[in-house]
């Protein structure tokens, strides 16, 4: 099978390095649940001809030392021909009454023998101090057009993005998704044979997948079954400031993981739970509801 880019959940500290710490008890939940937009972040593989269709309704809790920090919500629906994903999250629990924030992410796209081939992808983020937002239009994995709002400041500390960064990417939600081709089991080891490009507005980054092990699990509501449990390696392309402390560790970090649980009537597999180990203790986002149904193909108009 080809490895080719075609990128998971803005994965906690994944992969946005506008946040210039390591996950702090304050800035993480926003990482994490966007990362339904980002390091959370994967890889779609080469397609398959035939696509059935389907949709999941999520929603996820995330904890920083076995502490509730944040909840979100993840909305797929996967149709023949299009496809469209939604992400919001917050911050929750204690953590809410000492900084409040929130996050959104939204991808847009076609299905194209079988592939998630996206069009357009925005990302927001609210804290006490801030609020940026970030657009993106592509064509066939080329960053057509991209604008952060406000524009951030130039930092000669960064590594420039450059046109030919912008070329065989994916957004960070459509690269959440996992397109695993053929007609075996999707839920195999072959799934984590991947890697990808993704392009997030700001970094340009590759992240690689290699299997773990199998996993049963059971959400609080919804899907009870097997998981793919995949490790997840960082390494940062552009965009980036290399003397960064968190960009430092994600690269060096070999404990990362995530589990991947399926999107039923399609051959898509989405994050079911993200661990990434950090200085303040294992942060992770976990489902805990996880509806997923078959959708019946839409029907030929007839005079």
């Known amino acids: 099978m080809k490895q080719r880019s075609r990128s998971v959940l803005r994965t906690a500290a994944s992969a946005t390095e506008r946040c210039t710490t390591l996950p702090s008890r304050a ?28 949709k999941l309704e999520a929603q996820y809790e995330a904890t920083l030392a076995g502490i509730p920090v944040g909840r979100g919500a993840w909305n797929i629906e996967i149709s023949e021909d299009q496809y469209s994903a939604s992400a919001v999250g917050g911050t929750a629990g204690l953590l809410k009454a000492f900084a409040s924030g929130s996050g959104a992410g939204a991808a847009q796209g076609r299905v194209v023998n079988g592939a998630l081939v996206s069009t357009n992808y925005s990302a927001s983020t609210t804290t006490s101090k801030k609020t940026e937002a970030i657009h993106m239009v592509l064509n066939n994995g080329t960053i057509k057009e991209f604008a952060i709002e406000p524009q951030p400041p130039v930092d000669p500390d960064r590594i420039p ?7 065989g990417v994916f957004d960070p939600m459509t690269g959440s998704m996992l397109h695993v081709p053929g007609t075996a089991d999707p839920l195999s080891p072959e799934a984590c044979h991947a890697s990808a490009a993704v392009f997030d507005g700001r970094m340009r980054y590759d992240l690689k997948l290699e299997f773990k092990r199998m996993e049963t699990v059971k959400a609080e509501k919804g899907y009870r079954g097997p998981v793919v449990v995949c490790a997840i390696y960082f390494s940062p392309v552009a965009g980036y400031i290399p003397a960064r402390p968190v960009i430092k560790y994600l690269t060096a970090a070999r404990n990362m993981e995530i589990a991947f649980a399926p999107v039923l009537g399609t051959r898509i597999l989405v994050p079911y739970r993200m661990i990434i180990p ?4 294992v942060a992770m986002l976990e489902a805990t509801q996880f509806i997923t149904q078959v959708t019946p193909p839409r029907m030929p108009k007839t005079n």
């Not at 993005?161 to 070329?167: G, I, L, M, R, S």
């Open 27 to 54: 800035n993480w939940p926003l990482r994490a649940l966007a990362g339904l937009c980002g390091l959370a972040a994967a890889f779609g593989l080469d397609a398959s001809p035939a696509f059935a269709q389907g």
């Open 161 to 167: 993005v450059t046109e030919a960064h912008k070329k």
């Open 278 to 281: 950090t200085p303040l203790g």
